[in-house]
Every structure is written in C-alpha cells, then in structure tokens.
C-alpha cells in the first residue's frame, strides 16, 4: 500500500483540530441557551435566537440537549475518521464516516421531531388539544441529503478497502 502524502495528513490534522472547536462552540452556545431558557432571562441576550416550537422553556431545553448530545457525538466521530486519516489509515475511516453521518442524521431528526413529540405528550398530560408542528426546512432537507450522501461514501470506501486487500493477497 502507498504512503498517504503529508497534505492530506495535515489537512486532516487542521480539521480535527477544527472539528474540536466546532464541539466546544456549539456545545458552549448551546448551554448558554439552556440555561437562559430556564432561568427566564432571553430579554438580556437578544442576539441568541431559540426557537421554541410553542413549548414550555423546560421542554424547549429538553429538546436542545437532546440535538446537541447528538451532534456532539457526531462531531467526536468525525474527530475520529480524521485521526484515522491523520495516522495513514483513510480506508479504516469508513466506520467512523459511517457513525458521523448516522449521528448527524439522528440529530436532524430530532430536530425535526422532538418538539413535536414533546409538545403532543404536554398536550395529552393537560388534555389540550393535539396538534404536530413539523418544520423541515431547506437547512434539515440539505443536511438529511449529506448524511445520505455520507453513508453512500462510507460504502465506497469500504469497497475501496476490500479492493486494497484483494489486490494486496494478489502480490
């Protein structure tokens, strides 16, 4: 097998390092929403837009951990298929692109789907009446498309590897 060349490792390494801020900003930003959701205070930060999908605040944060739990593993799988990469292995990535992609799909869905779902089970805990709000927006249809897109590459590079080993029992 062939050496990976050394740009490919570095750009690996640099978006590692940039997967893992991209962990602790969105992780950040989305514990300060929590915690100003619950404590009552989102006139003091207007710039923090959340949207509550007509739920109580308890609710609304309950969702937003769920949806930050889910990219936060998303992330911490693509941090590691680019270690992998980094270490000279690209085809052992498949699973770990495979795992980004299938996180990152679960978080879409919760998006999507988790308000929802909270808001029918207040609605039946108080006996108001039931009502789905569903909002699939461009951003969800093109994520939900690249997590799709994701898992068809991690295929490829599986069928890479199995190619790599074939050729590699030839010799």
């Known amino acids: 097998m062939s050496e990976l060349p050394s740009r490919i490792r570095t750009s690996a390494r640099r978006l590692r390092f940039a997967a893992l801020a991209a962990i602790a900003m969105f992780e950040l930003v989305l514990l300060l929403a929590v915690g100003v ?14 949207h509550e999908a007509g739920l109580p605040p308890w609710a609304t944060a ?13 992330l911490f799988r693509l941090v590691r298929m680019l270690k992998r990469v980094e270490a000279g292995a690209p085809f052992a990535a498949a699973g770990d ?25 207040i609605a039946a805990m108080i006996g108001a009446p039931h009502r789905i709000d569903l909002a699939l927006g461009m951003t969800e249809m093109l994520t939900l498309l690249v997590s799709f ?10 069928e890479a590897q199995r190619l790599a080993d074939d050729h590699s029992q030839i010799v």
């Open 149 to 158: 897109l994701l898992f068809f590459v991690a295929r490829l590079l599986d």
């Open 97 to 121: 692109l495979r795992g980004f992609a299938f996180y990152l799909l679960l978080a879409v869905l919760a998006s999507v789907f988790a308000p929802a779902i909270i808001g029918l089970g």
């Open 37 to 50: 959701l619950i404590a009552g205070r989102r006139s003091e930060f207007p710039a923090l837009q959340i």
């Open 62 to 74: 309950l969702s937003l951990l769920l949806i930050g739990l889910l990219v936060g593993i998303a």
